[in-house]
C-alpha cells in the first residue's frame, strides 16, 4: 500500500455517564482484533474521564470505523482534532492498537490544546508509557 493510501483520524472525548473505566478493557480487546485484521494501526489514551484516540489506515477503512467510533455510547462530546491524508508513511505501524491509562499526566490536555502533529510526536516520543498492542 502506497503512502498516498493512507489517512489519519484524532479525536478526543468522553466517557458516558452509567460507564466506568472497566469498560476500556472492552474497547481495546476489540480494538486490537478489529484493528489487526483491517489494517488499522493507532493508539488510545485514557486518563479515568476522557479519551484521546488517534488511528490511521486505508481512506475508506479509516472511515467506516470513524463512523462506528461516533456511534459507541460508551463516549460522549467526540471532537476531530485531526482527519487527513497521512503523508510518509505510518506513524505507528506495529501498534493495531497501543494504550495508555494516563491517570495522572497531561497528555491528553497537550492533544487537545496543541497542534495534533506535536503532540502526536510527543506520544511516538513517549511509547514507553504504552500497553503496546
Known amino acids: 500500500m502506497s503512502n498516498e493510501a493512507l489517512s489519519q483520524f484524532a479525536y478526543h472525548s468522553t466517557l458516558a455517564d452509567g460507564y466506568g473505566a472497566s469498560c476500556v478493557g472492552a474497547i ?52 476531530t482534532l485531526l482527519h487527513e491524508p497521512l503523508a510518509g508513511g505510518r506513524r505507528y505501524p506495529h501498534w493495531s492498537m497501543a494504550y495508555s491509562n494516563v491517570d495522572e499526566d497531561a497528555l491528553i490536555d497537550q492533544m487537545i490544546a496543541g497542534a495534533p502533529h506535536d503532540a502526536l510526536a510527543l506520544l511516538k516520543d513517549r511509547h514507553w508509557m504504552l500497553d503496546i498492542g
Open 28 to 79: 481495546i480487546k476489540v480494538a486490537r482484533a478489529f484493528n489487526a485484521s483491517h489494517g488499522i494501526t493507532g493508539v488510545l489514551l485514557f486518563d479515568g474521564e476522557r479519551f484521546c484516540q488517534y488511528i490511521e489506515g486505508e481512506p475508506a477503512t479509516l472511515d467506516a470505523l470513524v463512523g462506528r467510533i461516533r456511534q459507541d455510547v460508551r463516549h460522549k462530546g467526540m471532537a
